[in-house]
């Protein structure tokens, strides 16, 4: 784990569901870098969902949010994280943060996270409820993540969280050559490929990860 991330305190009541959960993504999902699974047994993602859903934080599906969001499937989360093979070291760009969860799965395994979010209120929430659990490596912007964030380019590694018909240009130009960026990718708004894309000297290339949905890439770059 990221020495700069926070010692996130997993004696709050819910240790038995995580448990199931990150042993589940191991078992089921066949989720091997246990990394990104001993970060999954770490977050306490009861604390990123609506008070009335916390029962149901560690079941194996999304769940909704405000405004049309929603927190995604804890094996999505798993299997995204696991694909861009952190070290530790990375900066890593991540678009459409939400409630901050996955903001905080990649802040644990890299050494730094800058998050956009579209949704003011949303980003609001998420940055508050980050500072309260100690993570002090993640910067957050309200924008459109698909012109991503340049001042702080080129980044080791990127992660879209909303589906978009094709790659941003924008944000394989800020993507350091030998870096990955996880995004879903589809021509319908619901029905989505999960892609890799992996940045060359000259260009990139991409990798059909498997069948995903995700709620629509807003912006320049994604859906108008």
Partial sequence: MNASAPNVRTSDGFEIPRGRMAAH???????ADERVLGAMNTVPRHLFVPSALQSQAYKDNALPLSVGQTISQPFIVARMTELLELNGRERVLEIGSGSGYQTAVLALLARKVFAIERIASIA????????????????YRVGDGTLGWPIYSPFDAMLVAAGGPEVPQPLVDQLAVGGRMVIPIG??????????VTRKEKGYTTENCGPCAFVPLIGEHGWK
């Fill in 25 to 31: 993504l191991r078992s089921y999902y066949k989720i």
């Fill in 124 to 139: 609001s929430n998420a940055k508050e409820r980050l500072m309260g659990l100690g993570y002090r490596n993640v910067s």
């Fill in 187 to 196: 021509s319908e708004q619901k029905v989505q490929v999960l892609v890799r």
